[in-house]
């Protein structure tokens, strides 16, 4: 078995169908996602650059929940930017959300709580995505229509966790070593 | 058909009743192999597991690929240190997708077979960039233990093939090796009825060689539940040649697992997982020292780990986790049996803890 692919890129209407389906599998298959992804985002906005294809979400209140997607056109104001290949590679377990954001491959940015109340989101997704079979096939759609064949290096496993000794690394031994 | 044969063929038996519409969920089916390259310290380590049943079930591949660092990106690779490139998949189970009776899985990446004793398997992941093709028959004496231990209102059964004589090629990028007679193969099923999240073991297949040349392979198993407040009796099973020669039981074994003295973040798959528990810091396997007596015969074995990784599996009903730390590394071997003495170095090991 040899290996070999090739894929087209996605347009953004691929996109927003994609995101709207998962939406949908989660209002039915996990109630606590669900009231989540509510309580996360109700009553607010964003722009989403993936892979060059800009989204604008917009959700409702609570009470008659209701996510709209549409493309857009910003060029400012854009709160989460990243790449298909990124994505693939976090699912993939060749980095993590936290590596990612650390070497600047994932840009995300919001107000403090909103960050940590879509991480929590985040996070429960990755929980659920294995064993839902709706969410995997939503996610071989993705990878089959978006992600392009594997290019240049082969990453390895030891490297999906972040760094965050970059400062004090480049600080020389023998200033970090001198007593005050 | 001989003793032998007959064993073989019921461990690899697909044990999960699928085609019963009413077939439980909880119902798992998994098979088990590794290679290791004595001359590269290369080791793969593959586990394909069938989950539930058609429809409604799912199939996971799990593969770790250990190699020289640089060696697959680079043409200077440091066979002093080694790099690990793994992957988790899960597939849906399309009814079709697996026969039995001979058994054949055939799916985009992965062709499985075992007929009338001959393994066949290919498995590739193109966004990955791993493949390997095998083909092989068993060599080591079977031992197969249809209920090794009860598991919450379930069990776990357990087959072992300490020895298969394999050939093929694994490839990651653009590079190539070969796989020949020179590579240990170990092989074992597990089955059963279980939730992840309510099981736990240790286990590790140890491969080394005396000076005399005589081969040595060491099997063990114990069963344990999650926070190791109760544990299932090890079993050691003890080959020379690929046959086996001895089972130390029970009292006769005492296992201790010395743990790093820092606690880390272990490289996770499957990705999601890794992404999840990515504050999750832990205390791992360091060195794993087994002794075995029974006034007859002793053995000492010492393994140090040099690589180590987490799968972690999540329980679809249950959302609750198995936590199974993957080492492996070098061993030394002291063994006495019938008053003769023989040891081995630079050996090689491959255990799993889980919890």
């Known amino acids: 078995m040899e290996i070999s692919s090739h894929t087209e890129r996605p347009t953004v209407e691929i996109l927003i169908d994609l995101i709207q389906r998962m939406i949908g599998v989660i209002r039915y298959e996990n109630k606590f996602a669900y009231a989540l992804l509510q309580q996360v985002t109700a009553n607010k906005s964003t722009v989403i650059d993936l892979d060059g294809n800009k989204i604008f979400l917009q959700a409702s209140d609570t009470s008659d929940y209701i996510v709209c997607l549409e493309k857009s056109e910003a060029s400012a104001g854009i709160q989460f930017t990243t790449t298909f290949d990124v994505l693939q590679n976090i699912i993939a377990g060749t980095t993590t959300i936290d590596k990612s954001i650390a070497d600047h491959s994932l840009f995300v940015q919001a107000p403090f709580q909103d960050l940590l109340n879509m991480y929590r989101l985040v996070v429960c997704l990755l929980a659920e995505g294995p064993l839902n079979p709706r969410l995997r096939s939503l996610w071989v759609e993705f990878i089959e229509k978006c992600c392009r064949p594997t290019a240049g290096s082969i990453n390895t496993i030891e490297h999906q966790k972040p760094r965050f000794n970059s400062l004090i690394d480049n600080i020389p031994q023998s200033i970090l070593l001198v007593n005050i | ?355």
């Open chain 2, 1 to 355: 058909m001989n003793i032998n044969d007959q064993q073989i063929f019921l461990m690899e038996e697909f044990k999960i009743p699928f085609f019963d519409p009413f077939c439980p969920e909880d119902w798992k089916d998994w098979y088990h192999y590794i290679l290791y390259d004595p001359a590269t310290k290369t080791r793969l380590l593959f586990n394909l597991c069938f989950n539930g049943r058609p429809k409604t079930g799912y199939i996971t591949d799990t593969l770790f690929l250990t190699l020289p660092k640089g060696f697959a990106n680079s043409n200077i690779s440091d066979p002093a240190g080694l790099e690990t490139f793994g992957f988790a998949r899960n597939f849906e189970w399309h009814p079709g997708d697996l026969s039995v009776n001979p058994l054949k899985y055939d799916t985009t990446e992965i062709s499985f077979s075992i007929y009338d004793k001959v393994t066949t398997l290919n498995v590739a992941n193109k966004s990955a960039g791993i493949a390997f093709n095998i083909i092989g028959t068993p060599v080591a004496t079977p031992v197969y233990i249809p209920e090794l231990a009860p598991y919450g209102n379930g069990f776990i059964g357990w087959g072992v093939l300490p020895g298969m004589k394999m050939k093929g090629d694994i490839q990651i990028g653009n590079k190539k090796m070969l796989v020949d007679e020179s590579w240990y193969c170990y092989h074992d099923r597990n089955f059963g009825r279980f939730f992840w999240g309510n099981i736990g073991w240790t286990w590790f297949v140890l491969n080394a060689t005396d000076r005399n040349q005589g081969k040595w392979t060491y099997v063990l198993h114990q069963s344990n539940n999650n926070d190791y407040s109760h544990t299932g009796s090890p079993i050691l099973f003890v080959y020379f040649q690929h046959k086996l020669k001895k089972v130390f039981l029970g009292p006769n074994v005492h296992i201790d697992i010395r743990i790093e003295k820092t606690d880390a973040i272990p490289p996770i798959l499957p990705g999601a997982m890794a992404s999840v528990f990515s504050d999750r810091s832990i205390f791992m396997p360091k060195t794993i020292l087994v002794s075995a007596a029974d006034g007859n015969d002793n053995i000492v074995l010492k393994m140090d780990v040099n690589t180590s990784s987490e799968l972690i599996v999540p329980d679809s009903l249950n959302k609750q986790y198995t936590f199974l730390k993957e080492l492996s590394g070098s061993a030394n071997t002291t063994q006495v049996f019938n008053k003769k003495k023989t040891a081995c170095t630079d050996g090689f090991f491959y255990a799993e803890i889980v919890h």
